[in-house]
């Protein structure tokens, strides 16, 4: 009989009684959201996902000094938190991208792209995944260590309306070298160059994802298939 009754909830309940939790359930779906945040967001908006006291307003600088209207969601908990980047700074501007886990550089952090990636995801895994070598960039600068490009593999969804940004890392020292590469060996693998997945000495590092960025895509960007 208990059965029956919650069958007969289920069936008259809201569609949206269900849809709220996987909204929030610390997942970056490609071309769509992060967690309840899509690309139709605005400030205001995100009273009704977070609570009130997890929201900070603030500034936060880009790259070559450029600094850009921001909200930061769970600041005080890194493995949680979320700096949303804003377009402008009238209240309706769009988000423009979302930094998970900032400042967590390498540490736990819950948020994970569809399909299981996250930090901590090694170069190895996401190859097998993508089907093929990717392309990343040298480390050492600021840009050091994003994948520049998934060569047409299966992880090439994840530029797809939008574009999550994987920034991998091999273990360093406190002086910030690679433990387990030679000096020569690292310097082959670093500054302003693009470096293959399949590269002898990026596989024997096998460097783990670090950091996750999610770009709102922009008008006439690339089109999912």
């Not at 949680?80 to 501007?93: D, F, N, T, Y």
């Not at 399949?198 to 996750?212: I, N, Q, T």
Request: glycine fraction near 12%; hydrophobic fraction near 35%.
């Amino acid at each position: 009989m208990k059965t029956i009754r919650w069958a007969i909830l289920l069936a008259l309940a809201p569609a949206s009684t269900f849809a709220q939790k996987p909204a929030n359930a610390w997942l970056v779906v490609p071309g769509s959201r992060v967690g309840p945040v899509t690309a139709g967001t605005t400030r205001s908006d995100l009273n009704a996902f977070f609570p009130k006291s997890a929201i900070e307003d603030d500034e936060m600088e880009l790259d070559e000094g450029m600094v850009q209207p921001a909200t930061f969601v769970n600041r005080r908990t890194p493995s949680e938190a979320l700096a949303i980047v804003w377009a402008g700074k009238g209240p309706q501007s769009p988000p423009l991208e979302i930094f998970l886990c900032r400042g967590h550089r390498g540490g736990a952090c819950r948020w994970q792209v569809e399909g299981g990636m996250g930090v901590g995801t090694r170069l190895l895994d996401l190859e097998e995944r993508n089907g093929k070598p990717f392309t990343i960039f040298g480390f050492g600068w600021d840009y050091g260590g994003n994948v520049l490009s998934w060569n047409g593999g299966k992880l090439e969804r994840l530029d797809c309306g939008g574009r999550v940004v994987l920034t991998l890392d091999g273990e360093r020292n406190g002086r910030g070298e690679l433990t387990t590469l030679t000096a020569e060996e690292a310097r082959s693998i670093s500054g302003y160059q693009s470096i293959s997945s399949a590269d002898a000495v990026m596989r024997k590092l096998d460097p783990g994802v670090v950091d996750l960025l999610y770009q709102f895509p922009p008008r006439g960007g690339k089109p999912c298939k």
